[in-house]
Antibody, heavy 122, light 112 residues
Framework: EVQLVESGGGLVQPGGSLRLSCSAS????????MYWVRQAPGKGLEYVLA????????FYADSVKGRFTISRDNSKNTLYLQMSSLRAEDTAVYYC???????????????WGQGTLVTVSS | DIVMTQSPDSLAVSLGERATINCKSS????????????LAWYQQKPGQPPKLLIY???TRESGVPDRFSGSGSGTDFTLTISSLQAEDVAVYYC????????FGQGTKLEIK
């Protein structure tokens, strides 16, 4: 059974930093591109970052470019999101998401974690 | 970036009736080399992550009831629920995965 379990969310002050983790199991993690998708309270879904299966390619939404970094450790089956210079508008549930097809970054998402809430507030 | 626009923003349908949600992309998501539309539909219930319903615009994900169907090509797409059940109350999102990933704003489906 595929499982994606996010951790690391919490309350952080504006300008602060936070690192999210996503522990993956039930599939060959190193074969799949992964995404972080966020959802502000009561709002829709927003793609934030993506990373290829081997970590060699990363992609960023304009809203987080220069502030957020995506990475992965395939030996630990773990995806990371390093967030810095956080703003109030970054407040959201952050989902770790798996693409449906191996070795392809542009694909639909077949598994989502339960999400972890990041609140940026003073 | 490809912009996805859904209509309506909310919809109330009687149990057993048909529900139709539309999605329009700002540019075609049809990839000519494989003639596939890079368009998916998701269902999100309160407090839950989204669930994949449809991909390639019309392919139902395993386990999804056959009352859910997707259609369309190029820039205009439709999600249809043929006979609304109480458990279908949710927010529905379309998503293009032709370049990166962008979502529509969502359509809230309720029981009339």
């Amino acid at each position: 059974e595929v499982q994606l379990v996010e951790s690391g969310g919490g309350l952080v002050q504006p300008g602060g930093s936070l690192r999210l983790s996503c522990s993956a199991s039930g599939f060959t993690f190193s074969s799949y591109a992964m995404y972080w998708v966020r959802q502000a309270p009561g709002k829709g879904l927003e793609y934030v970052l993506a990373i290829s299966s081997n970590g060699g390619s990363t992609f960023y939404a304009d809203s987080v470019k220069g502030r957020f970094t995506i990475s992965r450790d395939n030996s630990k089956n773990t995806l990371y999101l390093q967030m810095s210079s956080l703003r109030a508008e970054d407040t959201a549930v952050y989902y770790c998401v798996k693409v449906m097809r191996a070795s392809t970054i542009s694909y639909c998402f077949d598994y989502w974690g339960q999400g972890t809430l990041v609140t940026v507030s003073s | 970036d490809i912009v996805m626009t859904q209509s309506p923003d909310s919809l109330a349908v009687s149990l057993g009736e048909r529900a139709t949600i539309n999605c329009k992309s700002s540019q075609s998501v049809l990839y000519s080399s494989n003639t596939k539309n890079y368009l998916a539909w998701y269902q999100q219930k309160p407090g839950q992550p989204p669930k994949l319903l449809i991909y390639w615009a019309s392919t139902r994900e395993s386990g999804v009831p056959d009352r859910f169907s997707g259609s369309g090509s190029g820039t205009d797409f439709t999600l249809t629920i043929s006979s609304l059940q109480a458990e279908d109350v949710a927010v529905y999102y379309c998503q293009q995965y032709y370049t990166s990933a962008t979502f529509g704003q969502g359509t809230k489906l309720e029981i009339k």
